[in-house]
């Protein structure tokens, strides 16, 4: 089945700590995003990828790290900068010159 | 400018009745207006989407009005059912080569049996 799948599903960050949140993809997709998603708002986006070895930053990409080496995986670290990290966060991706955005099914990362 | 206003907030609506959802936006240079559907603890997916070239789009119970002069477009559900109690979003992008989406706030649906 083609889609994207996200990791872990639950995620639980101690304070100081770097966590990395894992989106792959196997639908051939060039372009690959970041969103994070919180209670009574709309999807914020993080980062954005639309080519293997480049990405750009988004709306909030303080706190936030990632990388692109291959063009089916595009994980997100959560750094200790990020003072907010509680959230539901949503990798998308999408062919490149077409808006249609395909998302996962998300992770849920709690701060103890 | 670049935001996109999302109302209301929370909808009940009766089984069979009609669900409407509007969203407004300032950027005249938003040419793709999709909305998503999200289930609980699942990942948004596309609903329907128009261009501004239309000023309407139906696919089965669901459809967009768009009113480019307003800036305003709406989602119409219609004969609602249970099964479409979800949270859903609006969204608008510019064709240029990075598509993001802004997205609304969300609205929460939810209809009753």
């Known amino acids: 089945d083609g889609g994207i799948t996200q990791s872990p599903k639950y995620l639980f960050r101690k304070e100081g700590q770097n966590v990395t949140l894992s989106c792959e993809q196997n639908?051939?997709?060039?372009?690959m995003y970041w969103y994070r998603q919180d209670p009574g708002q709309g999807l914020r986006l993080i980062y954005y990828?639309?080519?293997?070895?480049?990405?750009q930053k988004g709306d909030i990409a303080e706190g936030y790290s990632v990388s692109r080496e291959k063009k089916e995986s595009f994980p997100l670290t959560v750094t200790s900068a990020q003072k907010n990290p509680t959230a539901f966060y949503l990798c998308?991706?999408?062919?490149?010159?077409?808006?249609?955005?395909?998302f996962g099914p998300g992770t849920r990362l709690l701060v103890l | 400018q670049q935001q996109v206003k999302q109302s209301p907030q929370s909808l009940i609506v009766q089984k069979g009745g009609i669900s409407i959802i509007n969203c407004a936006y300032e950027?005249?240079?938003?040419?793709?207006f999709p909305w998503y559907q999200q289930f609980p603890g699942k990942g948004p997916a596309l609903l329907i989407a128009?261009?501004?070239?239309?000023s309407e789009k139906k696919e089965g119970r669901f459809t967009i009005s768009f009113n480019k002069s307003a800036k305003q477009f709406s989602l119409h559900i219609m004969d609602s059912q249970p099964g479409d109690s979800a949270t859903y979003f609006c969204?608008?992008?510019?064709?240029?080569?990075?598509?993001?989406?802004?997205f609304g706030s969300g609205t929460r649906l939810l209809v009753r049996p």
């Open positions: 950027n005249t240079a938003f040419d793709y």
């Open positions: 128009i261009r501004p070239d239309v």
């Open positions: 969204a608008a992008s510019i064709g240029d080569s990075s598509y993001k989406l802004i």
């Open positions: 990828s639309q080519i293997v070895n480049d990405f």
């Open positions: 998308a991706s999408s062919i490149v010159q077409q808006e249609t955005q395909y």
């Open positions: 639908l051939n997709h060039d372009a």
